[in-house]
C-alpha cells in the first residue's frame, strides 16, 4: 500500500480515478512509466483527467505544468504538491 | 499590366491569375472557453494551454440544437462581401467553385444554393468535397479554368459547419476525450474571393497552388461521418481524429510543402513576408509554425480566435493578410488535410 498522500489523496486513489475516468488499466507500479511507452495512452485523456483530478485531490492543478509531465507519477506530484 | 505564365507547352502561356477581393463570414457571438468548458463539464484552462484555441463561433445554437445559419448563408455572406468590394463586378462572375465537408445537403449541392443567394445564374458551379485542403483546391480549379483562357473571373467559396456534428443535446459524461475534444477544436465559417485574369482591386497574384493527394496506403488521419435513413441509428462517433498520426505527420508535412512551394517557385524562405500555416488549433499552429522555422516572414493566423472551421481558414488568413500586405510583398500559405493527407497550398504576392 502506499504512502505518498496529501490530504488523503494517495496514489492508490489516483490509480483507480485513471481505471475508472480513462479507461485505461495502469497498475500502480506503472505509474511511473513514460507516456511515450504507455500502453494505450493517447495526451488527449489529459482532458478527462486534468477534470477529474481537481475535485478528487482537492485543490486546482496547475494545467501547463501538467501537460509538460511525461508520466502519470509526475502529474500526481503536481496535484498534491502543485 | 496583366502577366502571362508558362502553361508547359513549348512555349505556351496562359494568363496569370490574381486575387481581386476577399469576403469572410463568421456565424453569431464568439463562444469563449468558460462558456464552453461550463457546458462540456470540462477544465477551461485546460481548452486554453492544450488547444490553445480561445474562441470560436456556431451556426447552431449549441444550447437548443437550432440551425440559425445554413452553411449556404454563410458562403452567401462572405461571397456577398468579396463581390461587393471594390474593382468587382458581380456581373463578371463567370463560374463559381465551393469547397466543403459540411454541405447542407448531398442534392442540391450547396454552391447552387449559394447561386441562387446571390442572384447568379446561367454560370458553371462546382462544389468539391473536401476537408482542410479543399479552399486550395478551389483556388487550383479556378486558377485552371482562367489559364485556359475560357474564363475571366471567377468566385471562390470555402466554408464548414463542424457544428452539424456537434450534439449538446446527448449525454457527454461518458464521452471519450477524442470526442470532447472535437467540441473545442472547431466552429463554423465561411470565406470567398473573387478571382480574376487580370490585376483589379486588391491586385494580388496567386503565383503558385499546390494539391496533392499523399495518402497511399495511409489510414484516415481525420474521418466525419455521413448518416442515411438505413444507418442514422448505428453508433459511429461521427467525427474523429488521430491525434497521434496528426501531431507526428502534420508538422513534418507542413515543413515539405513549404519547400517544394519555394522550389516551385524559385522563392528564398529569406523573401517571404508573411507565412499562413495550418490552422488546426492555436497550439498545433504555434508548434507547426516554430517547425516551419521562416523567422523573417511574419505570421497570419486566426485559428484561436475562429475555431478551426475548415475551409473557411484559407479565407480569413487571406483577409488578414490583406490588411497589412504592401506593393511587391510575398505570402506563402500551407494547409494539410489529414483525412486522407492531402498537401495543399499556395502563394501570393502583391502586384503594383
Known amino acids: 500500500m502506499t504512502i505518498s498522500s496529501t490530504d488523503g489523496f494517495t496514489l492508490e486513489h489516483f490509480t483507480h480515478l485513471v481505471q475508472d475516468e480513462l479507461g485505461l488499466p495502469v497498475t500502480e507500479g506503472q505509474l511511473s512509466t513514460d507516456f511515450d511507452e504507455l500502453p494505450d495512452w493517447d495526451s488527449l485523456h489529459l482532458l478527462k483527467l486534468v477534470t477529474a483530478l481537481e475535485p478528487a485531490a482537492g485543490r486546482s492543478v496547475p494545467v501547463g505544468r501538467v501537460l509538460e509531465a511525461r508520466s502519470l507519477k509526475e502529474i500526481y506530484d503536481l496535484a498534491v504538491s502543485g | ?352
Open chain 2, 1 to 352: 499590366m496583366t502577366e502571362t505564365r508558362q502553361d508547359g507547352s513549348a512555349g505556351g502561356t496562359s494568363p496569370a491569375t490574381y486575387l481581386a477581393s476577399v469576403g469572410t463570414a463568421l456565424p453569431g457571438e464568439a463562444v469563449d472557453n468558460n462558456t464552453l468548458a461550463k457546458t462540456l463539464g470540462v477544465n477551461a484552462e485546460w481548452i486554453e494551454v492544450f488547444i490553445g484555441t480561445k474562441t470560436r463561433h456556431f451556426a447552431r445554437d449549441l444550447a437548443t440544437g437550432t440551425v440559425r445559419w445554413s452553411l449556404a448563408d454563410l458562403c452567401a455572406e462572405a461571397a456577398g462581401k468579396a463581390l461587393a468590394a471594390p474593382g468587382v463586378d458581380p456581373q463578371d462572375i463567370e463560374f463559381i467553385v465551393l469547397g466543403t465537408a459540411t454541405p447542407d445537403t448531398l442534392m442540391p449541392a450547396t454552391v447552387n444554393h449559394v447561386a441562387d443567394q446571390l442572384g447568379l445564374d446561367q454560370v458553371p458551379t462546382f462544389q468539391l468535397q473536401s476537408g482542410c485542403a479543399g479552399a486550395v483546391q478551389a483556388l487550383s480549379v479556378a486558377r485552371s479554368m482562367i489559364a485556359s483562357g475560357e474564363y475571366r473571373t471567377g468566385l471562390v467559396i470555402g466554408g464548414d459547419v463542424c457544428s452539424k456534428h456537434l450534439d449538446l443535446q446527448r449525454d457527454l459524461t461518458g464521452a471519450a476525450p477524442g470526442d470532447l475534444v472535437n467540441f473545442v477544436l472547431f466552429g463554423d465559417g465561411a470565406g470567398a474571393a473573387v478571382l480574376t485574369d487580370e490585376p483589379r482591386g486588391q491586385r494580388v497574384a496567386l503565383r503558385e497552388v499546390l494539391n496533392r493527394f499523399t495518402g497511399l496506403g495511409r489510414e484516415p488521419g481525420q474521418v466525419i461521418e455521413w448518416f442515411g435513413l438505413a444507418d442514422r441509428h448505428e453508433d459511429r462517433q461521427a467525427l474523429r481524429e488521430d491525434y497521434k498520426a496528426i501531431e507526428e505527420s502534420v508538422p513534418v508535412m507542413a515543413v515539405e510543402i513549404l519547400w517544394e512551394l519555394l522550389g516551385e517557385l524559385d522563392w528564398q524562405a529569406e523573401d517571404l513576408d508573411y507565412l499562413l500555416p495550418p490552422q488546426l488549433s492555436g497550439r498545433m499552429t504555434r508548434l507547426i509554425t516554430e517547425q516551419l522555422d521562416v523567422p523573417t516572414a511574419r505570421e497570419v493566423s486566426c485559428v484561436a480566435e475562429t475555431g478551426n472551421n475548415g475551409n473557411a481558414l484559407p479565407f480569413l488568413q487571406i483577409e488578414k493578410l490583406l490588411e497589412q500586405m504592401t506593393d511587391g510583398q510575398k505570402a506563402l500559405a500551407v494547409a494539410i488535410e489529414s483525412s486522407k493527407w492531402i498537401k495543399a497550398g499556395f502563394a501570393l504576392e502583391k502586384t503594383s
